[in-house]
C-alpha cells in the first residue's frame, strides 16, 4: 500500500480520491455545503517548524478544492479547525475522537456548530476515510 | 460563621405553625459542605429514617450551597432532598433557576420542613421574615398559574410550586422553580403536597461575604473566558442540552421504543437540538449568573399542539416524549413538556410509565378495557395528551401509572415487570448502558436509583470532559467495553458529587477548569481545601448517603441492572454488547471500601470520619 507524508499535497490528494470513492459518503453528505479548513499549529520538536494550513472543499456529496494554502485562504473557510500537531495525529489514527476532541478544548472550531452536529455523520465519515491512508508522520520518520 | 453561608438555616413545622431559624456548627459545614450533603447528615442525625416519606414526621429539605448566590458562573443551584415516595430510599433532585440565590438573599442556606398544615398553605419568606398564609384558593391550581399569582402578589419573589400532580400524591411529583426549572427526580413533589404546602415564596436583598473578594473577583472572570472558549459551552447555547440527540444517536446513547431498538436516525433528526432551534425556538434563556444560556424558551405557534411561548424540552423528554415511545413530532414533545411542567410532573418518569404502557398495549396486555378507552398505539401524542392529566388528577388508568411503573407493573404481574426499565425503582434517564458501560455501572450505584447527575460519568466517559489533574484519564474512552470503567465511575462520582454540595451546575462543571472551581470555592469559603480534600467530600457524600441507604434496606442485591439493559440490542452502536456487572461491581466495591451485604466496611466509615453512621450501621 502506498504510503504518504502526512500534511503534504499527495496526502490530501489521496484523501480527496478516497473521499470521492466513497458511496456511502456521497449518501451521507448530500446535505453538506461548505469548506473545511485545519490549522496545524507549529511543533518544531515534532518536525513542524511553522503552522501548516490544509483546505478541503465539499458540496452535497462531492469534494472540491483540497490545497495546502496560506493562512488567509484557510481562514476563509466556512470552518476553520485547529489543533496541535500531536492531537492533528491522534485524529488521524482514530485514537481520539475528534467530536470528543473538540468538546475538550483539544480541537478548536470556528463555524457554525449546530450545522456541524445536525451533519455529524458526514464530518465522521470524512475522517474515517482520513483514517484509512497510510501515512508517514513527521516525527516518526 | 463561615464565610459564603448566609449563617442559618430555617425550620418550619407545618403541624403547629411555627417558623424557627437554627445554625449548623462550621466544623459540619466544611466536612458537609452544603446542598444535598448536608441535607443527608441532618436527615440522619435528626428524623425517624423507617417513617413513611408522606408522613408528617418525614422532612423535606430545601438546601443551597456556599458558591449559591456569590455571581459565580454556574451557581444557581439548589437540592430538594427527602425520603422519596416513588423508590422508599433517598430521594434528592437539584434544580438551577434562581431560587436558591434568593433564599440566600433573604438570609437562610436552606430550609428543613417537618409536619402537615390543617389547611393548604404559602410559605413566605421575606428578607428573613418567615411566615405561613392559607393557599386555599391557589389548591388545584397548576405551576404556571400559581407562579404568576404569587409572583402579582409579591413583585421580585422567586417561587417553588407544586401543581395538582403534587397535590394528588403523584409519586413522580415535580416542583416548579417559577415556570422554567423543576425538581424532577424522585417525586419530591409528593411530599410537598403530602404536608399541604402548596408554594415556597422567597425574596431578599442581603449581602453574603467572601474570605478573598479580590481572587474571587479574578476567578469570577476566567471562569468567564473559559466558557467563551468552551466548545461545549457554545453547542449547549446553540442548541440546549439536546444537541446530545444527534451525537448520541450515532453512539448508542439514545434508548428508542421503551430500550427495546438500537437506532432510528430519522426519529433523532425529527428531536434534535438543531431541529428545534430551526423550527420553535424563540429565545436561549439562563438561570442566575449564567453565560451559557443553555435553556431552550419556545412556541408551537398552530396546529394540534398549539403551545404559549415558554420553557422548552431537554434532551430528557426529547426522549421520554420522542424516541422512547416512537413520536416523531416535536411539536408534540413540546405540548407534552408544556402539560407535565403545568400539572408538576418529572418528564422522565412520566414518559418512561407511557412508554411502557405502550410496549403492554402493543403486547395485548393493556387493552382500551384498561385504558379507559386510550388508544396507547405507539406515537399517538393525542392519547397521550389525554393521559397526562389523568395520572395528574389519578383518573382511571392514570392513578395506575401515578403510582409509578415499577408499582403499576407490579400490579398487573407477569411479563409487565420486565417491562419496566428502572434501578431501586427510579426509571433511567435517557443514556442507554449498553452504548456505554461505566454510565450502567453509575446507575446501578447511584443513591436515588438509575440517575446521570449524582456524578459526572456522561462527561467523563463520552467525552465532553477530561480531567486528568483530578485522576488518571485515558484520552479517549471506548464505550461498550467495562474494562477501567470501575475506576473511572468511582472518581467521577467523587468529583461529580461536588456539584450537588457545592451546589453548581454540571454544565459548568464540565465546562471550567477544576483549578477554577476549586479556587474559586477557596476564596467564597476560606476552606483552603486541595483536590484531594474535595474529592474526600464527595466520597464522604456517597457514603453517607449509601448509609443511609443500607439503614432503610438497601444491599448489595438491588445494585443490578434490568432485564431490558442486560438484553443486547440487534442494532446500533451499542449492539451485541452488555455491561459485565459482575466485573463492574467486584472492582467496585474495592474501591468504595463496601463489604459483600454492600454495606461501607467500618474501616472506610471511620476513614471518611462518618463515626455516626458507623454507629448505626454496625452497632
Request: glycine share 10%.
Amino acid at each position: 500500500m502506498v504510503k504518504y507524508n502526512a500534511m503534504t499535497q499527495e496526502w490530501l490528494d489521496a484523501w480527496k480520491q478516497k473521499i470521492a470513492n466513497s458511496k456511502e459518503y456521497r449518501e451521507i453528505a448530500k446535505n453538506w455545503e461548505g469548506s473545511v479548513s485545519m490549522i496545524v499549529n507549529p511543533d518544531p520538536e515534532k518536525g513542524i517548524p511553522e503552522p501548516i494550513y490544509l483546505f478541503t472543499d465539499y458540496w452535497h456529496g462531492d469534494v472540491r478544492d483540497f490545497l495546502i494554502c496560506d493562512k488567509a485562504k484557510a481562514e476563509s473557510a466556512n470552518f476553520v479547525m485547529s489543533a496541535d500537531f500531536a492531537r492533528w495525529k491522534q485524529v488521524a489514527k482514530k485514537e481520539v475522537d475528534s467530536t470528543k476532541a473538540l468538546m475538550q478544548g483539544k480541537l478548536k472550531l470556528k463555524g457554525d456548530l449546530t450545522y456541524v452536529v445536525r451533519n455529524i455523520k458526514t464530518v465522521n465519515k470524512v475522517i474515517d476515510l482520513l483514517c484509512e491512508i497510510e501515512t508517514i508522520w513527521p516525527d516518526e520518520a | 460563621m463561615a464565610n459564603g453561608y448566609a449563617g442559618r438555616f430555617l425550620h418550619v413545622d407545618l403541624t403547629n405553625g411555627r417558623c424557627s431559624p437554627f445554625t449548623v456548627e462550621d466544623a459540619l459545614l466544611r466536612k458537609f459542605i452544603g446542598g444535598s450533603s448536608l441535607g443527608a447528615k441532618l436527615f440522619l442525625d435528626g428524623y425517624r429514617l423507617d417513617a413513611d416519606p408522606l408522613a408528617p414526621e418525614s422532612p423535606l429539605m430545601v438546601m443551597t450551597g456556599p458558591m449559591v448566590g456569590s455571581g459565580f458562573p454556574g451557581t444557581s443551584r439548589f437540592a430538594v432532598c427527602a425520603k422519596s415516595p416513588l423508590t422508599g430510599i433517598w430521594g434528592e433532585s437539584a434544580c438551577g433557576g434562581n431560587f436558591g440565590p434568593e433564599l440566600k438573599r433573604a438570609g437562610y442556606d436552606g430550609i428543613v420542613i417537618t409536619g402537615r398544615a390543617e389547611k393548604p398553605v404559602v410559605l413566605s419568606i421575606v428578607e428573613g421574615e418567615a411566615k405561613l398564609t392559607d393557599a386555599s384558593g391557589l389548591w388545584g391550581k397548576d405551576v404556571y398559574e400559581t407562579a404568576d399569582l404569587l409572583k402579582e402578589a409579591d413583585k421580585g419573589a422567586k417561587t417553588l410550586v407544586i401543581g395538582p400532580a403534587g397535590e394528588n400524591l403523584v409519586r413522580f411529583a415535580a416542583i416548579g422553580n417559577d415556570k422554567g426549572h423543576f425538581v424532577g427526580r424522585t417525586g419530591l413533589g409528593a411530599v410537598v403536597g403530602a404536608k399541604r404546602l402548596k408554594a415556597i415564596s422567597v425574596r431578599g436583598s442581603g449581602k453574603l461575604t467572601r474570605a478573598d473578594e479580590t481572587r474571587f473577583r479574578e476567578l469570577q472572570k476566567a471562569a468567564i473566558e473559559e466558557i467563551k472558549d468552551s466548545a461545549l459551552a457554545g453547542s449547549l447555547h446553540a442548541m440546549g442540552s439536546d444537541a446530545n440527540m444527534d451525537i448520541g444517536m450515532i453512539n448508542g446513547d439514545v434508548p428508542v421504543k421503551n430500550w427495546s431498538v438500537g437506532e432510528d436516525f430519522e426519529l433523532s433528526s425529527a428531536l434534535s437540538g438543531p431541529t428545534l432551534s430551526e423550527t420553535y425556538l424563540t429565545r436561549a434563556h439562563a438561570c442566575a449568573n449564567c453565560p451559557v444560556a443553555c435553556k431552550r424558551v419556545v412556541k408551537v405557534p398552530d396546529g394540534p399542539f398549539q403551545t404559549e411561548e415558554g420553557p422548552g424540552p431537554e434532551y430528557e423528554t426529547c426522549g421520554t416524549f420522542g424516541t422512547m415511545i416512537m413520536n416523531r413530532n416535536l411539536a408534540g414533545v413540546i405540548k407534552a413538556n408544556e402539560l407535565c411542567n403545568r400539572l408538576g410532573m418529572d418528564t422522565i418518569s412520566c414518559g418512561a410509565a407511557i412508554a411502557w404502557a405502550m410496549e403492554l398495549f402493543e403486547k395485548g396486555t393493556l387493552t382500551l378495557k384498561e385504558t379507559d378507552d386510550l388508544d396507547l398505539s405507539w406515537g399517538n401524542m393525542e392519547s397521550v395528551l389525554a393521559l397526562l392529566p389523568r395520572i395528574a388528577r389519578r383518573e382511571g388508568f392514570g392513578d395506575l401509572l401515578a403510582q409509578g411503573s415499577l408499582a403499576a407493573a407490579r400490579k398487573i404481574g407477569g411479563d409487565a415487570v420486565d417491562a419496566v426499565v428502572h434501578v431501586k425503582g427510579l426509571d433511567l434517564p435517557m443514556h442507554d448502558p449498553r452504548g456505554f458501560h461505566g454510565m450502567g455501572l453509575a446507575y446501578m450505584m447511584s443513591n436515588r436509583g438509575a440517575c446521570h447527575l449524582q456524578h459526572a460519568v456522561l462527561a467523563t466517559e463520552q467525552g465532553m470532559a477530561s480531567w486528568p489533574q483530578l485522576f488518571p484519564m485515558k484520552d479517549d474512552y471506548k464505550g461498550t467495553t467495562s474494562e477501567g470503567k470501575a475506576e473511572l465511575v468511582f472518581h467521577s462520582e467523587n468529583y461529580g458529587i461536588l456539584g450537588n454540595s457545592l451546589s453548581i451546575c454540571h454544565y459548568l462543571t464540565d465546562c471550567l477548569k477544576p483549578e477554577t472551581i476549586r479556587d474559586a470555592f477557596n476564596a467564597i469559603t476560606g476552606f483552603g481545601l486541595d483536590f484531594d480534600g474535595l474529592m474526600a467530600c464527595g466520597a464522604r457524600d456517597w457514603t453517607l448517603k449509601r448509609g443511609i441507604n443500607n439503614l432503610l434496606g438497601v444491599t448489595e442485591k438491588d445494585d443490578v441492572l434490568p432485564k431490558r439493559i442486560m438484553t443486547p440490542l440487534k442494532e446500533g452502536a451499542g449492539a451485541g454488547s452488555v455491561p459485565d456487572v459482575e466485573k463492574l461491581k467486584r472492582e467496585y466495591y474495592a474501591l468504595r471500601g463496601l463489604d459483600k451485604r454492600g454495606f461501607p466496611r467500618e474501616e472506610k466509615l471511620r476513614e471518611l470520619g462518618l463515626d455516626d453512621l458507623r454507629e448505626r450501621l454496625y452497632r
